[in-house]
């Protein structure tokens, strides 16, 4: 069974400037997370989807970071404009939908750094 | 709201050595409770879980019980190997869905 898959692995980028981050679940898997990874410190959730639609994005910045996940399948997570706070791992994870507290899988993450 | 506290690292041990990590929570009503390990240039895998009280999640020689009196989670494992080197983190599922709240990491580094 194929995991959860992130890309790009690395960006680079200016402050000020724009980045987009996909994600790709585990097939079958309707709850989707996006989670930030600041060094030296646990993931904190960003936003949940399940399905096409938003569970929790009480921690998303809103003025700056979007999130969507139109077919409900894979998901795009948007900054814009980027600061340098944001410098972080972003981990997307996936679950299937049981009513409780399922297992979250995790992708590999990709790690913006923000000049 | 809820929260995990971990022991402050980093640990570092000698292959073979026991290995106690220590985690403590905070939450309302049952959460259910995990234990994710991150190796170098990969993202976290679900090392084991418990979901309810006195449960004792279990998984490659490492092991964890749900102590509800004393609200811990603490990993151990008898004999640790150099491939064990990575960062462990806890972290708790919320009653009312399914967000994880996540302590801050251990970096454990096992020598030879």
């Known amino acids: 069974e194929a995991g959860v898959a992130q890309s790009p692995r690395y960006k680079i980028i200016e402050k000020r400037q724009s980045v987009a981050f996909w994600c790709n679940p585990i097939?079958?898997?309707?709850?989707l997370y996006w989670y930030q990874q600041i060094l030296g410190q646990g993931p904190k959730l960003l936003i949940q989807?399940?399905?096409?639609?938003?569970?929790?994005d009480s921690q998303l910045p809103k003025d700056r970071f979007s999130a969507e996940r139109l077919k409900g399948v894979d998901s795009t997570l948007k900054i814009q404009p980027a600061k340098l706070e944001d410098s972080a791992v972003y981990l997307c994870?996936?679950?299937?939908?049981?009513?409780?507290?399922?297992?979250?899988?995790f992708g590999p993450g990709t790690r913006l750094t923000v000049l | 709201g809820d929260s995990v506290t971990q022991m402050e690292g980093p640990v570092t041990l000698s292959e073979e050595a026991f290995l106690t990590i220590n985690c403590t929570y905070t939450?309302?009503?049952?959460?259910?409770l995990f234990w994710y390990v991150q190796y170098p240039g990969e993202g976290l895998q679900l090392l084991l879980k418990?979901?309810?009280?006195?449960d004792k999640g279990s998984n490659k020689g490492f092991e964890a019980t749900y102590r509800k009196e004393t609200t811990s989670f603490h990993l151990e494992k008898g004999s640790v190997q150099v491939s064990d080197s990575a960062v462990y983190f806890c972290?708790?599922?919320?009653?009312?869905?399914?967000?994880?709240?996540f302590g801050e990491g251990t970096q454990l580094t096992v020598n030879p």
């Open positions: 097939s079958g898997h309707a709850t």
């Open positions: 418990a979901t309810k009280a006195d």
């Open positions: 994870a996936s679950s299937l939908w049981t009513g409780g507290t399922d297992t979250q899988y």
């Open positions: 939450a309302t009503g049952y959460p259910s």
């Open positions: 989807f399940q399905n096409n639609g938003v569970v929790d």
């Open positions: 972290a708790l599922g919320e009653t009312s869905g399914s967000r994880l709240t």
